[in-house]
């Protein structure tokens, strides 16, 4: 399943500081309620695999948000 993760500092291997998360909806839209601020936001999927699952992820897209903004960002995820 698709899922979209939004950290406020820069992500770093699984490290994820303030995470929020947002599963994608039919037709693979996703929504997320941030607080202003800057967030990191990239896309993954979970793969499954002989020796568990294991998580392919977009590069992080860096989005600062003012107060009632509203952002949109696409994200390719390839594994």
Known sequence: MATKRA???????STCP???DAYAQ???????????GT???R??????GTSGLTQSTSSPVEVH???GQDAKENFV???
């Not at 039919?26 to 202003?36: C, D, F, M, T």
């Not at 896309?43 to 499954?48: A, H, K, Q």
């Open 7 to 13: 950290c406020t500092a820069l992500p770093t291997g």
């Open 18 to 20: 303030g995470e929020q």
């Open 26 to 36: 039919a037709g693979g839209a996703y929504s997320l309620v941030l607080a202003p």
């Open 39 to 41: 967030w990191w936001v």
């Open 43 to 48: 896309g993954f999927v979970d793969v499954p």
């Open 65 to 67: 948000l003012s107060a």
């Open 77 to 79: 995820v390839t594994y």
